[in-house]
């Protein structure tokens, strides 16, 4: 199972992931995992709202930037939202997490 951050926030109950599409949406508006030193501020803005792009994706920006500003342990958070992306990233050039390897779709060449 991949990893996942969960909580619940004003009756509603949230979980944070990243897939594919998440992660092609958040690079396709301009992230960028190697701002981290030079924009942190807004790195980590950007990869907690991305978290939230696989399960709620029409939860508006503010209310996600309220939601950050109530973490506890924010440096963990950031750790575990960057493993949580990593994660992701490896998952398109392995086959690590993909469940039952034997449905992958074998390939080959003409040479």
């Known amino acids: 199972m ?3 951050i969960r909580f619940k926030y004003e009756d509603t109950d949230y979980t944070l ?3 594919r599409r998440a ?3 958040m690079e396709a508006a ?3 995992i190697s701002a981290v030193d030079r924009k942190p501020l807004t790195f980590m ?5 991305g ?18 500003g109530l ?8 750790e575990r939202l960057m493993e ?3 994660e992701t990233l490896d998952s398109v050039s392995n086959n690590s997490g993909d469940g039952d390897k034997e449905n992958l779709i074998a390939w080959s060449t003409n040479d």
């Open 51 to 68: 978290a939230f792009k696989m399960h709620h994706r029409f939860v508006k920006a503010n209310k996600i930037d309220e939601m950050q």
């Open 45 to 49: 803005s950007t990869l907690f709202a």
């Open 84 to 86: 949580m992306y990593t």
């Open 17 to 19: 992931e990243f897939n």
């Open 30 to 32: 301009g992230f960028d």
């Open 23 to 25: 992660v092609r949406d």
């Open 71 to 78: 973490f506890a342990d924010k440096d963990k958070l950031v």
């Open 2 to 4: 991949a990893k996942q």
